[in-house]
């Protein structure tokens, strides 16, 4: 008997009686997965991450025309999380370009994106860019519209340029630090 009563209860068994009906339909129900995303195919063929996957390949690979020109199909397709992170591309690769201008646009364009985590590493990235092509005199113009801290900013501006060499650019980004903040 006891072995009988030890195979019921490995087999979810019980001696006492099942369950009433209230007590099943009291479970919490779970809700249904929510539906698939489909992602939209372009004149091409292609999905924006399709598009990302051949610009990171040819980034790898430093191919940077063809890496830009892939890139920027993925801009093509609206996704918003992509679009942060084909800018965020964009900017190195502008960057490696030595076109500062479009460097710092394309890394404040992901800065700005909806893809949170891009966001904020473009947010540390755009620094040593804007330290090699921005004017240190409008730093915290340029920061005070990208960042809710821009003295923070500022504060890696000044090191950038010090760690640089670059005692002048370091002092004017020092006086705007002590302007913003007496």
């Known amino acids: 008997m006891r072995a009988v009563l030890f195979a019921m209860l490995l087999v979810g ?15 919490p129900s779970h809700p249904a997965p929510p539906p698939a995303v489909l992602e939209v195919r372009d004149d ?5 991450s399709e598009w990302i996957a051949l610009g990171d390949e040819a980034f790898a ?4 025309v063809d890496a830009e020109r892939f890139y ?15 800018y965020y591309k964009l900017g190195f690769i502008r960057w490696n370009q030595n076109d500062g201008q479009a460097a710092l646009d394309a890394f404040m364009r ?12 473009a947010t540390k990235d755009i620094v040593p860019v804007y330290a090699q092509y921005g004017r240190p005199e409008v730093a915290y113009d340029f920061f005070r519209r990208l960042s809710s801290d821009p003295l923070a900013m500022l504060a ?14 370091a002092r004017k980004v020092h006086v705007q630090i002590a302007a913003a903040h007496p």
């Not at 091409?44 to 924006?48: D, F, L, M, P, R």
């Not at 890696?156 to 650019?169: F, I, K, P, T």
């Open 110 to 121: 992901a800065i700005r994106s909806s893809n949170a985590k891009i966001a904020t590493q």
């Open 13 to 27: 068994c019980s001696v006492h009686a099942p369950p009433r009906a209230e007590t099943a339909s009291a479970l």
């Open 156 to 169: 890696r501006l000044q090191r950038q340029y010090e760690d640089e060499g670059n005692a002048a650019a």
């Open 72 to 86: 920027r199909e993925a801009l093509r397709a609206g996704d918003s999380e992509l679009s942060g992170y084909a």
């Open 44 to 48: 091409k063929g292609h999905t924006a």
């Open 61 to 64: 690979q430093t191919n940077l």
